[in-house]
């Protein structure tokens, strides 16, 4: 067993992130600084992330919530993918649907209309958090599922004593269990995205590759901060996840290339092409990885996992 892991501000396993912001010599997409090496979709030279060493031990878990008020920017995709990648790799992972859409339930194949969900955690209703999680198709990754009743739990809180609190509180009780546990959020930036925010030990924001994207960034980061501020001072920003970018448009390479402007070394080099495999999958109820494995998106999601790995946000 690893040194126990009590608490967000206790995650002393992981390394500083890599904080630096751009600088004269960061080459540009296009033109500016000749480059030697191959660069990426990103502007910077590609990194080969190493195929992590298999654990020896799991837990505890480092906690990744993925954030972005925004729908459709394929926040519920990346944990599914994500997770699955990360469960190939021999990490024992928990997948939390925090969104009452029921998306990442219905993503991985689990039906969340007869048994308890997540909301039971947090109106008290289940007690013990080991009676909502069920096994997905993908060995090695859990989920704990969310229906609809979730709509409700904002309402139902507000009046709770530390009522940001609720989840990190009820995951306490499996953290132990696992290596990576993922929140997907809803769509907002509410109690309940609050509260995996207050959970979190980092958060991920997937970024889509569109005009209108980095409308929002600035008050999701405020959120963040005051977050970092009142409730949890050690939350991470683990890193920006371009999604949904077409190399094929001059569009496209734009935006992601202000955004690399913007955000300097906290997007991540890793970028998450267009591909309609991906709502064919959720189709079908199973990640990209099972359902396309050599597909370049499933790839693109394994490469993900590694460089997570590599930057100390996942163990
Ligand atoms: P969010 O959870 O942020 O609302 P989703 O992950 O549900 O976003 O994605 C929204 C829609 O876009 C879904 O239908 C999903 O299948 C699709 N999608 C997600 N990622 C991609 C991608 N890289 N290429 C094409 N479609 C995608
Ligand atoms: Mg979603």
Known sequence: MRAPHRGPSEGRRYPDRVRTQPTSSTPTLFGGTPATTELGP????????????????????????????????????????????????????????????????????????????????????????????????????????????????????????????????????????????????QPSLGLLTVNALTAAHGVLIPLECEFFALRGVALLVETIEKVRDRLNPAIELDGILPTMFDSRTLHSREVLERVVEAFGDQVLETVIGRTVKFPDATVSGVPITQFAPGHAAAQAYRQLARELIHRGAAA
Do not use: W
């Not at 920017?73 to 029921?102: C, H, M, W």
């Not at 309402?155 to 009522?163: G, I, S, T």
């Open 42 to 185: 990103t502007g910077r030279p590609r990194t080969e992330f190493p195929e992590p060493a298999p654990l020896e031990s799991h837990g505890p878990a480092r906690i990744i919530t993925l954030c972005n008020q925004k729908g459709g920017v394929g926040k519920t995709t990346t944990t599914i993918n994500l997770g699955a990648a990360l469960s190939e790799y021999g990490r024992r992972v928990l997948a939390i649907d925090f969104d009452p859409q029921g998306a990442l339930s219905a993503g991985l194949g689990v039906q969340a209309h007869d048994q308890p969900t997540v909301y039971d955690l947090l109106v008290g209703s289940v007690k013990d958090a080991h009676d909502v999680i069920v096994p997905s198709r993908v060995p090695g990754l859990d989920v704990m599922p969310a229906n609809i009743d979730l709509s409700a739990a904002e309402v139902h809180l507000v009046n709770e004593v530390a009522r940001e609190q609720i989840l990190a509180r009820v995951l306490r009780q499996v953290t132990g269990e696992y290596d990576v546990v993922l929140v997907d959020c």
